[in-house]
């Protein structure tokens, strides 16, 4: 396959994960658009899938926080912070409602949270994966993911959404 299909294939993915970051969809075009330019024209791409989609998210991670940089906010990014529902019973709406709860809860949270949920959660990198991209222990990828989690959860328990049952077993680690 080659680079263009390979990168065609993860531009809602990336797009996903740069309005996570962002919160701001205009950006997030533009750093879609400024990763792929710098993937396209890279000599060295990971023939290897799994690296290849680590890559990709570590371009867009690094415009962003090259943006970042240029408007004086990348201290404020890089601070630490420390049953399943039957899908036949919800509506259109309901879902609606829950997507919106849960994107104002995220926008609410602290970009460093926003950034490991946006990782795992919605770009459905693996723990390794995203330790590299962030260059820290996969230990700490899990214990971040784990306190993200909760205080999304703890967001987003006084509104409608509910909760999903915890998947142990799953293919993250």
Known sequence: MDQRKRLESYRNRLYGYAVSLTQDPDLSRDLVQESALKALSAKNVPSDEPAFRAWLFRILRN????????????????????????????????????????????????????????LIDIAGLRYAEAAELLEIPVGTV????????????????????????????????
């Open 63 to 118: 415009a962003f926080l090259d943006h970042l940089r240029a408007a004086n906010l990348l201290a404020g990014f890089m601070e630490e912070e420390t049953e399943e529902p039957d899908q036949d019973v919800w509506t259109t709406e309901e879902r609606m409602v829950d997507a919106i709860t849960v994107r104002i809860a995220m926008a609410a949270m602290p970009a460093s949270q926003r950034d490991i949920i946006a």
């Open 142 to 173: 899990m214990s971040r993911i784990s306190r993200a989690r909760q205080a999304l959860l703890l967001r987003i328990s006084d509104s409608n959404v509910t909760p999903m049952k915890i998947v142990h077993g799953g293919r993250r680690p």
